[in-house]
């Protein structure tokens, strides 16, 4: 609905003729596990809350994107379920339009007991992080020993009939030689397993090695002769599926940035910065515009000049953005 209440067409199209739809909003930095591919072991600098938006200042920009066309929106972190009020807000988001599709990231450590309400919101998908199915390794990725607890929240997650895709991050060191036992996740169950490229945000330096999407695609082919390639749609992911599988089997090249001439999505930080790119630093501040008393058509019009001067591929971004040291992940909302 546009601000009259009358029906409103897509209108946030980028300077390439991209169709902007889909808005990622990480409501926090924390984190209650330290993931080797996503930060430090001993953690990162905490942003204040005072700096981090408050949940009324992200149903005003939800309510602004919405008035732009978004009609999908994923809620990450960090952890999102470390921050409390959560399912509150997920509540006030729906009572600004019932049929925006709501998306949620989780480690799946902290969500477990807000499943039911979550089934009853009608949340449409979960994403969950499970980058091994063996404990030890767990306790190395994660520096916590937490498996069980996952496992546990996929299994209700699949009893409750909410749809779940399960997201691997790829590890030449930690997780490679498992690819094909965490495909198998898909076999007996309708949902996605999707293997990502690992990407050099860990608060690290930008020097990566990766596991990528063709050689993530060679070693399911050895395990699953069968193994074909779907239709890709609008996903960020190419799709397959094995012989035998109800599920499905995505693998997302997130550092080779294959999908880019399709990227449908921008992100906003927990601070409040507009990113129309992952690789980018950041290129409106909107906490400092919801802060002094900017109206609301004066940050959509911003926002739709930002979105016009989006650069082709995440490589362009890249060396425009001159990142020598990479954020963390949970910093982002990746």
Do not use: W
């Amino acid at each position: 609905m546009d601000d009259s209440g009358k029906a409103n067409p897509l209108l946030l199209k980028d300077n390439f003729g991209r169709v902007i739809n889909y808005l990622r909003l990480a409501i926090t930095d924390r984190c209650n596990l330290r993931c080797i591919y996503c930060m430090p072991e001993e953690g990162m600098p905490l942003i204040s809350h005072r700096e981090i938006l408050t949940y009324e200042e992200y149903l005003r920009l939800i309510n602004i994107f919405l008035n732009l066309g978004i009609n999908k929106l994923r809620i990450t972190g960090g952890e999102p379920f470390v921050r409390k009020g959560l399912i509150t807000f997920i509540e006030s988001i729906k009572k600004l339009n019932p049929t925006l599709s709501i998306h949620i990231t989780t480690n799946g450590t902290l969500i477990f007991p807000y499943l039911q309400k979550l089934k009853d919101l009608v949340i449409n998908g979960i994403n969950l992080s499970i980058d091994t199915l063996n404990k030890d390794k767990f306790k190395i990725i994660t520096q916590r020993e937490l498996l069980s607890d996952v496992l546990k929240t996929l299994d209700e997650i699949i009893n409750l009939h909410i749809p779940v895709k399960v997201n691997t991050v790829v590890s030449k060191y930690f997780n490679v030689d498992e690819i094909p036992d965490l495909a198998s996740i898909a076999k007996d169950e309708n949902i996605e397993v999707r293997f990502i490229e690992k990407m050099p945000f860990d608060g690290k330096s930008n020097s990566i090695k990766i596991v990528n999407a063709k050689e993530i695609l060679a070693i399911l082919q050895k395990a699953y002769p069968g193994i074909i390639q779907l239709n890709k749609n609008d996903s960020t992911a190419d799709l397959f599926s094995i012989p035998g599988f109800k599920g499905r089997i995505g693998i997302i090249a997130s550092y080779s940035r294959s999908f880019c001439n399709t990227c449908n999505r921008i992100r906003i930080t927990p601070t409040g910065m507009l990113k129309t790119c992952l690789y980018d630093n950041g290129v409106l501040d909107l906490r400092e515009m919801l802060r002094t008393n900017y109206s609301d058509k004066e940050i959509k019009e911003t926002v739709i000049n930002c979105i016009n001067k989006r650069f082709k591929n995440g490589f362009e971004v890249e060396n425009a953005s001159n990142i020598r040291i990479k954020n963390s992940m949970a910093a982002i909302g990746g």
